[in-house]
């Protein structure tokens, strides 16, 4: 989990991708870091990427405009994991 906090602060990003054989097989948000120490206390920062990534996020594809991604996190964001 130190790797992951490194990269998103390096990148001053909200998010790293964890990629797996060059396919994208999760996300790590800022959100999944500050909800583990609810649970587990100190011990979160010793959990993996994969232990606290969301699975298959939702992608678009390159030809999309930035609107379609906006109006799938809109449509998405009251629905549960």
């Known amino acids: 989990m130190p790797d992951v906090i ?4 390096r ?3 909200g ?3 964890v ?9 790590v948000s800022d959100g999944d870091l500050r ?5 587990r ?6 959990l993996t ?6 699975r ?5 594809g390159p030809q999309e405009f930035a609107a379609t991604a906006l109006a799938i996190m809109e449509e998405k964001k009251n629905y549960p994991r």
């Open 6 to 9: 490194y990269e998103m602060s």
């Open 11 to 13: 990148k001053k990003l």
């Open 15 to 17: 998010v790293a991708a």
């Open 19 to 27: 990629v797996a054989d060059g396919k994208l097989v999760g996300i």
């Open 35 to 39: 909800r583990p120490p609810e649970h």
């Open 41 to 46: 206390g100190k011990d979160a920062l010793d």
């Open 49 to 54: 990427a994969e232990e606290s990534m969301t």
């Open 56 to 60: 298959d996020p939702k992608t678009i």
